[in-house]
Structures are given as C-alpha cells and as structure tokens.
C-alpha cells in the first residue's frame, strides 16, 4: 500500500513540473492585451502589452542617445524599430523607473517618486463599474468599462491624440460631436520623440484643407478634397491594399486609410524635416519604403510662393506667373525675383459685363474665402460667379463622373500652381477687354 502511495504521489509531483515547465515555455505565447484596474507596467518589469495579431507592442522604451524614458507603441515584428505613439512625449521620465496603471478611473503613468508625469486626464461621475486599458488589434490604445468593448464606448483612446503616425483607422481631422481636431506633430529629431517644429492639421472650412504647418505658420497646403483625393499630396497610384476615405458630414471632417490586405503595413508620418510621408513595408522586405513625400516640389508647393493673382509652373523661368490680364503688382521686385507682392488687374472688372479664363490642370486656390454649392454644375456655378461682384473665381468642387458641384471664390486668389498631369479647370473672372 506505502509504495503504491508513493508512486501516486511521484507521478503527480512529475505531472505537476511538467505542467509548470510546460506554462514557462509557452509564457510569451501568452501575450496579453489588456491592462486590469489591479495591474500595472513597470520599466524594470519588463512587461508590455503586445496586440491581437502580433503586430502591435506598448511599452516602455528610451532614446538611443539618452537616458529618458518613454511610453510607447511600436510595431512588434518589425526589424527597424518604428514608434507610432508615445504617451509622455514632452515629459520624459528622467529616472529608469516609471510604472504605467489605471487610477481613479485614468490611465497614469508615474515616475520614481510616484508623481504622474501623463494621465489620461478623464474626470468621470460617480460611475463604479471597473475599467481596464486594452491595446486593440489596430494599435489604438483604449480605457473603457470593463464589461464594454463597443467601440461607442471608449472612454478614451490614443488614436484621439496622435503622435506623428497616422495608422491604418486612425482618422486626421475632426470629431464634431466633441469638437477634438486629431493632427499630427512631428519628432523633434529622429531620436527625440519630443514635439518638434512641424505639424500637419485639418483647417474646418466650407472645403478644408490641410495645411502642412512650421511653428503654427502655415507652410504647404494640401488643396481641397476633389472627391478622389487631394491634389497637393501625390496620393495618386490605386495601391490594391489600401483604400482611402474622406468624410465630411455632420459628425466629422476626417481623412483615413484602411488596408485591404494586413500582411502589407503602411503608415503617414510627418518627419522633423517637415515633410508628410507614405511609408509601406510589404512582405518580403524588411525596411520601410518611402512611398512618396510631401511637398514634392519645394519651388512651387511652399504656401504663397508667388503671391495673389499669380501661379506658379515648374516649367517656366521666373517660375511664378501673372493669370491672364493681371500684371506684376511692382515690377522691380518680379524682375529681380521677389514675387510675393504678386499681380493685379490689368483692368477693374465692371461686375455687370465680365467673362472668365479657363486655367487647366490647376492646385484650387487657397479656400479661406470660398464658398460651395454641391447642388450646382459647372454652369450655374459660373451664372452664380456673375452675379455676386465679388466673385473672382469658380470651379467644380468635384471631379469625379465629368464634375459636379460649385466652388466660388471671393478675394484675393491665393497660392497656385499647374500640375503636370492632375489638377483641375480653374475659371478666373476678368473684364472683358482683358478677356483677348
Ligand atoms: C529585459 O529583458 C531582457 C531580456 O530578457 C534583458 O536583457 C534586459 O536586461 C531586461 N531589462 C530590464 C530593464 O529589466
Ligand atoms: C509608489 O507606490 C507604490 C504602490 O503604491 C509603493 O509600493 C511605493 O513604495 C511608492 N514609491 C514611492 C517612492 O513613494
Ligand atoms: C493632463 O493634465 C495636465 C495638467 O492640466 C496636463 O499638463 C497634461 O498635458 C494633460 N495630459 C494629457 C494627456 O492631456
Ligand atoms: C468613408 O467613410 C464613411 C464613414 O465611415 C463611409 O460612410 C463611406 O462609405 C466611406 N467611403 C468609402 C469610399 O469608403
Ligand atoms: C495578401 O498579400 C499576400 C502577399 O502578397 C498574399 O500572399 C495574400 O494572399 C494576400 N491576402 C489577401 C487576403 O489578399
Ligand atoms: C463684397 O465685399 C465687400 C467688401 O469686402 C462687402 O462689404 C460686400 O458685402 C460684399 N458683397 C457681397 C455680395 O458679398
């Protein structure tokens, strides 16, 4: 009886080893995704949270250069390390000591003397269910109840404060029911996560556009959206993984991108240099390749190169050009290269009796003053144009089924350009002995 007894208790003790050997083996299958009110994360823990999927990893992480201290996601298999958020951007934890839980219903990040340097900042009523941080499969970081996970429900989420990465499903531009406008700001250089000069911003207008910006002043302008796309970012190939999306209704103003196929990975970033890039990283390779950047051409896409009235071509010498009937506005100066005082009329319109110039394959001029009628086409639009004295320009507002919709501008016509192969028709009002 003892040794049968005994032989019990070995081969439990050995089943029970295995069983422990085998958890420790598979330990890092075991990933987890979600962060419970009783948890936390810790620098010296080692811990992160690793995203459905594998794709995605949050954590700590330093510079290489210093000994700050960051909280972060990066793409998890990814060769080259890539970050597409980070938390406490501006207030490094100084110390190789910080611990990221939830308290008082926020999401916190605290440094060595327990003093929070981030929090999500939520001040919430007296509600009591618990909530839990969960890093979901697309790299959006979210706080939520714990017992729902409808995307309706989120209580916050990181893809409401970006970084410098625009993430397949993160949305640029604005939520109106909260009246959050979501942009991006570069890194202050390639290894300091820190808010850098550059950012790249939704302006909520009758036809917004984006404006690529350097210290808040505006830079480089995207063009309105022509229903296909935006005529000053080069985002013309149809890639068969990735589709694009504008939505401009009562909810939101916003641009996103999705993929069709999630072996390939792509990204918009704005890089210190102050540029907005398309990066992609496909199957077989191992580094990210620059799909395409923007501004293209530094000479005719830097914001009112050339002034009112006047347009700039990259195949011309001057550049910059006087629109049919305008002439430089001083002469010394657009000689001696120095267009920014631009053009004026050759001749006052007489508002009753003026016709218009067609400008092909042209940026839309700048939207501040515009004014927009998606009911009209082309004609009425330019009866529209007539009839208001202030009326300086008009286009269709859309270029998709032969174009549809009407844009009138009123004032100065502002930061043009021609395109080679894109662009739109562009109607400009003149008098009608400046009409030839
Ligand atoms: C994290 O884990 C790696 C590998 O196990 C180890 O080399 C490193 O020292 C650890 N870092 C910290 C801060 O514990
Ligand atoms: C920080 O808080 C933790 C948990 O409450 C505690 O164990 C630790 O001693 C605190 N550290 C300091 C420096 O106050
Ligand atoms: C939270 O509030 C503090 C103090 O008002 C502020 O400095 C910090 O930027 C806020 N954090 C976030 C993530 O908005
Ligand atoms: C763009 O997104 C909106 C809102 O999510 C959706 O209703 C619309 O169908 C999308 N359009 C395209 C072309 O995917
Ligand atoms: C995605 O792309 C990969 C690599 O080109 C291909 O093998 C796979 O079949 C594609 N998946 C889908 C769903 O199209
Ligand atoms: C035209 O512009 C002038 C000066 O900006 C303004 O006072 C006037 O109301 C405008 N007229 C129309 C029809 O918009």
């Known amino acids: 009886m003892k040794g049968v007894r005994k032989n019990y208790d070995n081969c439990c003790t050995l089943s029970f080893l295995l069983v422990f050997l085998v958890l420790i083996l598979l330990r890092p299958v075991f990933s987890i ?3 419970s009110s009783t ?3 810790t620098i010296s823990g080692n811990g992160t949270l690793v995203s459905p999927g594998d794709v995605f990893e949050l ?13 972060g996601i990066w793409y998890k298999k990814v060769y080259f390390r890539t970050y597409v958020w980070v938390a406490n951007r501006d207030n490094p934890l100084s110390r190789s000591i910080g611990t990221l ?14 003093k929070s340097v981030w929090s999500t900042n939520l001040t919430r009523g007296n509600e009591r269910s618990p909530v839990v941080a969960e890093l979901l499969a697309n790299g959006n970081f979210v706080m939520r109840d714990s017992n729902n996970n409808d995307a309706s429900g989120f209580l916050w989420q990181s893809f409401d404060f970006p970084t410098d990465t625009l993430l397949p499903e993160m949305k640029l531009g604005y939520d109106l029911k909260t009246g959050l406008n979501r942009f991006l700001t570069a890194w202050r250089n390639s290894d300091d996560p820190s808010s850098g000069d550059y950012s790249y911003k939704l302006e909520n207008r009758e036809l917004p556009e984006f404006y690529l910006l350097k210290s808040g002043f ?8 022509n229903g296909v796309r935006f005529s000053g970012i080069p985002e013309n190939q149809k890639l068969s993984y990735m589709v694009y999306n504008f939505t401009e209704n009562s909810e939101e103003v916003a641009y996103t991108f999705r993929m069709t196929n999630n072996s390939f990975y792509s990204r918009l970033k704005v890089s210190s240099d102050g540029y907005l890039q398309r990066l992609t990283l496909i199957p077989i390779s191992i580094a990210w390749n620059l799909f395409w950047s923007s501004p293209v051409d530094i000479r005719c ?3 009112r190169v050339c002034g009112p009235y ?19 506005w001083n002469l010394q100066q657009w000689d001696i290269g120095e267009p920014a005082g631009g053009c004026v009329r050759r001749t006052l319109l007489s508002c009753s009796d003026d016709g218009f110039t067609k400008m092909k394959k042209m940026k839309l001029p700048d939207t501040r003053l515009a004014i927009v009628d998606r009911s009209i086409g082309l004609k009425e639009c330019e009866k529209r144009c007539l009839s208001d004295c202030n009326c300086t320009a008009f286009a269709n507002a859309d270029i998709r089924n032969g174009g549809t919709g009407c844009v009138i501008w009123t004032g100065h016509l502002q930061d043009i350009r021609t395109y080679y ?6 109607y400009v009002r003149l008098a009608a002995d400046d009409l030839g």
Do not use: K
């Not at 926020?106 to 327990?114: I, R």
């Not at 192969?421 to 562009?426: S, T, Y």
């Open 33 to 35: 995704n979600i962060l």
């Open 218 to 225: 505006q830079v480089h302008r995207s063009g309105p959206w």
């Open 421 to 426: 192969d894109e662009g739109q028709d562009l």
């Open 310 to 328: 006047a347009y700039c071509d990259g195949n011309t010498s001057p550049l910059c050009n006087c629109i049919q009937g305008f002439d430089p």
């Open 101 to 114: 839980r939830i308290s008082n219903m926020n999401l916190v990040l605290l440094d060595h003397s327990n």
């Open 39 to 41: 948890e936390y994360l």
């Open 301 to 303: 896409d830097m914001f």
């Open 59 to 71: 954590g700590f992480f330093r510079t290489t250069s210093s000994s700050r201290w960051y909280l």
